[in-house]
């Protein structure tokens, strides 16, 4: 019988032959900008050209969801039951990338064209999320080849509007609990904490987005005409975003300091460093003083101006500005009332006799905090089975750093969900020159095959018999 071993082999192979690069490069190559109406049919193109036959080949049975909110967004749903009474297994991710950037990617490299240099595969998408997927698409395949069976039952969710705020992914749970029944969310998007640290996360932050506005009257008005009669909007608003934030960036909203971080988190995240990898340096004297940088951006809540606009930036005159305004984003974590957030901020601005600055919700600036128990049987699985096939203890981090759409499978589906990221922070997510390691990659291969395996072995433990 085929043995744990020869299929971490097998996907080893895959990795060092080429196989995993082909794949990624034909994945890479549909521009799939959700953000751009321009783009709405390569969507459906990577559905149908490009995930399908891979899941069909795998022998799971797909099919195009239509997306209760949003038409042009659709969803696939891909499922290999082998047995009634086995587990099932949910897995996730999105085929849309952010807007692609073409003019600003350095020389050589190109959003919709895989570039290899040296440990570095570029393009939209390598990280965020196609690499992520199709690693464990991989992984799922190699099991299936090695034992003829994955040993449990398999669904997948694939959706194409994740950087739009995922419109219609909850309406569409709430539609469809039966068909998405499951046991677990076993799922990978975001970063590890360390390119060579394998990571498990049970949640995410949360995330509001909304503007800051002032705006005072029509048109601009000459400086030497009116400077010392008008309001300027731009000073006005820079004033209240400094009660919103000292200056080195700790919140002064008393409603969004949360009382979560606890004695058992800190425990957890002091086995997480972060920083040590090619990226920027961490501000040592940016954000709360009192906690350590793992705590600040894992457990604590975070403030940050997005953009901020008055006037003409790009061709300035001699005028004062009519408004200002001000795109900002807070950062949450469990313990922080969602529901509170704006409300608090304008009783903040009013204390502080800022009646004047507009709170403008952002129509799809929502996600929500999700947290599940570090303690939980399933995280204890998988990381077990991460810890056998790669020989490290995994960081177990109680929640990702960013957002993703984690309540739509733990409150709508009622699902533990245990993420395993094959990206890292450095990785240009969201930017120009966005890439993936291939030697994390190849690490994420094996690590998965090698769960795969596992959940599928009788009683779900670990096989490791060579």
């Not at 009257?217 to 030497?224: D, F, I």
């Not at 245990?418 to 020159?433: D, E, I, K, T």
Request: hydrophobic fraction near 40%; aromatic fraction near 8%; proline fraction near 7%.
């Amino acid at each position: 019988m085929t043995s744990r071993a020869t299929a971490l082999q097998d996907i080893e192979t895959y990795a060092d032959h080429g196989g995993f690069v082909e794949e990624l490069s034909r994945l890479v190559s549909y521009p799939t900008e959700s953000q751009e109406p321009s783009c709405q049919s390569e969507l459906f193109r990577y559905l149908n050209e490009g995930a399908i036959p891979l899941l069909e080949g795998m022998g799971f049975a797909c099919r195009i969801l239509e997306n209760p909110v949003e038409a042009r967004f659709p969803f696939l749903y891909a499922e290999r039951i082998e047995n009634p009474g086995f587990e099932t297994v949910l897995i996730y991710g999105h085929g849309d990338v952010i807007r692609a950037q073409a003019d600003q990617w350095r020389p050589g490299l190109a959003p919709f064209k895989l570039v290899i240099e040296g440990d570095k595969a570029y393009g939209r998408g390598t990280a965020d999320n196609k690499g992520q997927h199709l690693i464990n698409f991989a992984a799922l395949r190699t099991v299936i080849a090695a034992r003829d069976a994955l040993g449990f039952n398999a669904k997948i969710i694939l959706e194409m509007a994740e950087e739009c705020g995922s419109p219609g992914l909850d309406a569409l749970f709430s539609m469809h609990k039966d068909l998405l029944k499951s046991d677990v969310l076993i799922a990978s998007d975001g970063p590890r904490l360390h390119p060579d640290r394998p990571t498990l996360f049970m949640g995410s932050r949360g995330a509001v987005n909304f503007n800051l506005r002032v705006e005072y009257r029509e048109g601009a008005h000459h400086s030497g005409n009116w400077g010392g009669l008008l309001k300027d909007p731009a000073i006005i608003l820079a004033h209240a975003i400094a009660t919103i934030v000292d200056r080195r960036g700790q919140i002064k909203v008393p409603e969004w300091r949360p009382q979560s971080l606890t004695p058992d988190i800190r425990k957890a995240l002091g086995d997480c460093p972060v920083g040590g990898f090619d990226g920027p340096s961490i501000d040592a004297d940016w954000g709360e003083e009192s906690l350590t940088p793992s705590e600040r951006v894992f457990g604590w809540n975070s403030f940050a101006v997005l953009a901020q606009k008055s006037g003409v930036p790009e061709a300035p005159v001699n005028a004062i500005s009519g408004w200002a305004n001000a795109h900002c984003q807070l950062r949450y974590v469990v313990g922080t009332d969602s529901q509170d957030i704006l409300p608090a901020l304008r009783r903040h601005l009013d204390r502080e006799g800022f009646g004047d600055v507009q709170i403008l919700p952002m129509e799809r600036g929502i996600f929500h905090a999700t947290r599940l128990d570090p303690g939980h049987p399933w995280v204890g699985r998988v990381a077990a089975s991460v810890a056998a096939t790669t020989g490290k203890k995994p960081a177990l981090l109680p929640n990702l750093a960013g957002s993703i759409p984690n309540r739509s499978f733990s409150e709508t589906l009622g699902l533990p969900t245990v993420w395993l990221p094959h990206s890292y922070p450095g990785c240009s997510q969201h930017a120009p020159n966005e890439h993936l390691l291939l030697s994390s990659s190849r690490e994420a291969l094996r690590m998965m095959t090698g769960l795969f395996w596992d959940i599928g072995s009788p009683r779900g433990r670990a096989d490791l018999a060579p």
